[in-house]
């Protein structure tokens, strides 16, 4: 089987981090991640510290990347607002200025996108919602990115592979979108304080249907949709293929950490955890936690978003599954083994 060269863009995001680990444990390919920073962990792919803003930087450290095969893009900077639009578009259009004319195997260049391709963000909207569907009123760089990548694709003889996943849950350090490390570190410090593990939103999300997708099962399948022939010039959802609501699964959250659970009691995780770093720091100090910085491991403004949302959040994954991916996680089972496996790590206590 003939080997591929994968390269990464975003190596050591949530979904970039996991990404990179799956490729890397695949026979036929080698795997290159870019991030602007170094790994903090052992890993058998090659790495390259480069700022995608920077064009000098991209042309210096990326001109040997001749024998890339494939363009895997999950970077991201900032939100969707429309001051973040051109730092995105601009990332994604130096990563591909700077590979496509050296390396003359380029096959595909998959884009991770998100649900909120599909405004989420915005209020409600059409659920459930389809790879088909319009798009919303801009800016969302998403559409800038993915327009960009169509018409470059159709010039340069390659493909293209669009993924929406949807509230990912994994770990990776200094990731804005995280909401597994959100729940474990509220967790510990309501623990610590001697309290209840009280939901933190608003009544209303606490009743609505919500979904997540597991960062294993997306990085499964964005391989899948690089590597067969339907998944070529095509967008696909994903996500674990369940839905929950907060008011079932919350009380099986508290029972994953040992904890009582009581009515929820809406909060901003962004104002009151501010000051509980103090607190974080003494829970890592007893209990030999890996010292990740209170502000690196958490982002509470995500917190704020998820459990906040007052309206159904639900993506169609029946185009994937009739195009042949037929991956599937149960989001109770993936909350419990990535806690788990938070403690194993010495993340959480």
Not at 217 to 236: D, I, K, M
Not at 249 to 271: C, G, R
Not at 313 to 329: H, S
């Amino acid at each position: 089987m003939a080997r591929k060269t994968a390269v990464v863009a975003g190596a050591l995001g949530v979904i970039g981090r996991h990404l990179t680990a799956h490729l890397a444990s695949l026979d036929d390919w080698e795997v290159v991640g870019l991030s602007r920073r170094a790994p903090d962990f052992d890993s058998s792919a090659s790495y390259i510290a480069v700022d995608l803003l920077d064009r000098d930087d991209c042309a210096a450290k990326l001109a040997d990347l001749g024998g890339a095969t494939h363009v895997f893009y999950a970077a991201l900077q900032g939100a969707l607002e429309a001051d973040n639009v051109a730092p995105n578009v601009a990332m994604l259009v130096n990563l591909v200025d700077t590979i496509e004319p050296v390396a003359k195997g380029l096959e595909l260049v998959s884009l991770m996108q998100g649900g909120k391709v599909y405004g989420c963000h915005l209020g409600p909207y059409k659920t459930p919602a389809k790879e088909s569907d319009p798009r919303h009123m801009p800016p969302d760089f998403y559409y800038d990115q993915e327009d960009f990548l169509k018409d470059r694709g159709v010039a340069g003889g390659w493909s293209y592979s669009l993924i929406r996943p949807d509230v990912v849950c994994g770990f990776a350090s200094g990731n804005a979108m995280n909401l597994t490390t959100v729940i474990a570190v509220y967790a510990a410090i309501s623990r610590e304080l001697g309290l209840p593990l009280r939901f933190p939103g608003s009544e209303a999300a606490y009743g609505r249907l919500f979904e997540v997708t597991d960062t294993g099962l997306l990085a499964e399948a964005t391989v899948w949709a690089a590597s067969v022939p339907e998944g070529r010039n095509e967008v696909f959802n994903m996500t674990n293929g369940d839905f929950f609501r907060w008011c079932d699964m919350w009380p099986k959250i508290a029972a994953m950490f040992d904890m009582e659970v009581a009515p929820p009691q809406a909060i901003s995780l962004t104002d009151t955890m501010a000051d509980k770093g103090p607190v974080w720091d003494a829970i890592v100090a007893r209990h030999g936690l890996k010292p990740y910085a209170y502000e690196d491991i958490v982002q509470w403004g995500f917190g704020d978003f998820c459990f906040n949302l007052d309206y159904d959040l639900m993506q169609d994954m029946t185009k994937a599954r009739l195009a042949g991916f037929a991956g599937a996680v149960d989001s109770e089972e993936m909350f419990a083994r990535m806690f788990a496996e938070f403690r194993r790590d010495k993340i959480v206590p």
